[in-house]
């Protein structure tokens, strides 16, 4: 269904480089309105910032406070879309919020999540706010016992990695080419280019991308998109000193957020968000049924961001975060599993790092006088990737002709179940494969949906699903990920696909690495 083409050249309407959630967004987008588009990505899909995120769908209750109401009102309408068209990796979830007198006054909280409330139409799947007596509410067993009062409101989570990959399938499902491993080295200016039908002397690019193995492909392409996230800078710099496109005028701040994971801290399916005194927030939030996952941070970042990783400072103020909440005191040795991810934020001048906008930004340059088209991305966010996409090809639509808008109602690979409900499904699916064990069964839906389905194929018990790696891991679901998304290593599989990396041992990884490599 998505295998990479091996041609050594392509001539299509659309280039996108960057597989991010930006990038495959916007591939699905354009090829969903009948463009002839190319994604190219260096690496794996989401491998960057897009798998570094706090997996959450949510409105950004903390950016109320910074007056950005556009942000936050698109951004909770983004939830209701994204609870309905991704419902097997999207999920409700209910937040826990304690009120700490010597910050924010707790009728600021209560103003705030009204807003949060009211500022779009919200799912009756998720419940409004409501005040909470800690101290006789389970939401409070874990905490201090002086922390008197909270709220508790509503967001989601979201495999980050996941809504990344079912946008590039859907990409590829509506006749888009993606190509991972595929690096772009050179750009320049072109002219008559593009596919069959277009104008001729059409100004575009010819792109030369390289895999690491060292071929090459050249694609022939009218209009560029550059989603590269913290690199834009860099593939913009190689515009400018190949193609002679001026030179980089757009400000950008990059800025790492790191989170880790420590033995679960409590029970239940909430999370919390606790206010520091520095006025940001931290989230702990049950992850993979075994743990919490704690972040974020933020700080200021000069250097490949492929290299970004936790500071010991960052650990310290997470750690510090977490201890001025909960009774059970957490410290660097109980941290499980860390990441780190830079994000990409357009420099509107402020100061601060927690008042710069999280809003996304777009530099379109050419179009006149014999220069191609150039669309550059700056900043966005998890949540409002659909929107940030739509909204790319409203600003296309010049040289693409206008197209009507359809991502808002059509579902991503995988959550065409009735009524958007994985449980119902989930009953559906043990019913008709019953020897298929609960926890199995489970983890498909919530992370294939529908797919589970031609995953497991004709299979009429577990002995047919092949070789079992451990830790939950069968050749069935290895075989479909590598036909399928573009998984081409243990790392791939482990860490973004299925998030079994941190119940995987050693013997997992590299059987996985050996099934791979004799493909």
Same mark, same amino acid.
């Given at each position: ?27 699905? @987008? ?13 690496? @794996? ?196 000193? /190949? ?34 005194? @520095? ?70 001048? /402020? ?169």
């Amino acid at each position: 269904m998505t295998s990479e083409q091996p041609a050594s050249h392509h001539d299509v309407d659309l280039l996108v480089v960057g597989g991010g959630i930006n990038g495959a967004g916007i591939a699905r @987008d354009a090829a969903g309105r009948g463009l002839k588009v190319l994604l190219c990505e260096r690496g @794996d899909l989401a491998q960057a910032t897009s798998s570094a995120s706090s997996k959450l769908v949510h409105g950004g209750l903390r950016y109320l406070e910074h007056g950005e109401f556009r942000l936050v009102r698109e951004a909770l309408a983004e939830r209701e879309v994204l609870l309905n068209n991704a419902a097997h990796i999207v999920h409700p979830m209910r937040f826990v919020l304690p009120h700490d007198r010597h910050l924010r006054p707790a009728w600021m909280l209560r103003l705030g999540l009204f807003l949060y409330d009211h500022l779009a139409r919200r799912s009756p799947r998720l419940p409004g706010a409501r005040r909470l007596a800690l101290r006789s509410d389970p939401a409070g067993v874990p905490l201090r016992a002086d922390l008197a009062t909270g709220f508790a409101y509503s967001d989601c989570s979201v495999d980050d990695a996941r809504l990344v990959v079912l946008n590039a399938m859907d990409a590829c499902e509506r006749g888009a080419t993606v190509l991972t491993r595929h690096e772009c080295v050179g750009l320049r200016r072109l002219e008559g280019c593009g596919p069959p039908g277009a104008e001729p002397g059409t100004p575009g690019w010819r792109a030369r991308l390289r895999t690491l193995e060292g071929r090459e492909v050249t694609v022939n392409a009218r209009i560029l998109v550059n989603a590269t996230g913290p690199w834009v800078h860099a593939l913009q710099s190689l515009i400018a000193s /190949q193609a002679g496109m001026g030179p980089v005028t757009n400000k950008l701040r990059l800025v790492k957020g790191s989170h880790f994971t420590v033995p679960r801290l409590y029970e239940g399916e909430h999370a919390y968000i606790l206010q520091n005194d @520095d006025r940001r927030i931290v989230f702990v939030i049950p992850y993979q049924d075994r743990y919490s996952l704690i972040g974020t941070t933020e700080v200021a970042f000069d250097g490949d961001p492929s290299q970004a990783r936790i500071s010991p400072e960052e650990t310290d103020y997470l750690c510090r975060a977490v201890n001025r909440y909960f009774k059970q005191q957490i410290s660097a040795r109980d941290i499980a599993w860390s990441y780190s991810g830079v994000r990409p934020l357009y420099d509107d001048a /402020q100061g601060d790092l927690s008042t710069v906008t999280r809003d996304y930004v777009f530099d379109v340059r050419g179009g006149r006088g014999g220069e191609p088209v150039l669309l550059s991305v700056f900043g966005g966010k998890i949540t409002t990737y659909r929107q940030l996409a739509q909204h790319a090809m409203q600003k296309l639509a010049p040289y693409t002709g206008r197209r009507e808008d359809w991502t808002a109602s059509a579902p991503l690979p995988g959550a065409n179940m009735p009524g958007a409900d994985p449980a119902a499904y989930l009953a559906a699916l043990q019913d008709r494969y019953r020897w298929l064990p609960p926890a199995l069964a489970h983890r498909y839906v919530h992370t294939y949906g529908t797919l589970t389905e031609l995953l497991l194929g004709a299979a009429q018990g577990m002995a047919d699903l092949g070789e079992d790696f451990g830790a939950g891991l069968l050749e069935a679901e290895v075989r479909w990920l590598a036909e399928n998304e573009w998984a081409r290593s243990a790392e791939d599989i482990l860490w973004r696909r299925t998030r079994l990396g941190l119940v995987a041992g050693e013997q997992t990884l590299e059987r996985l690495d050996q099934w791979l490599a004799a493909r």
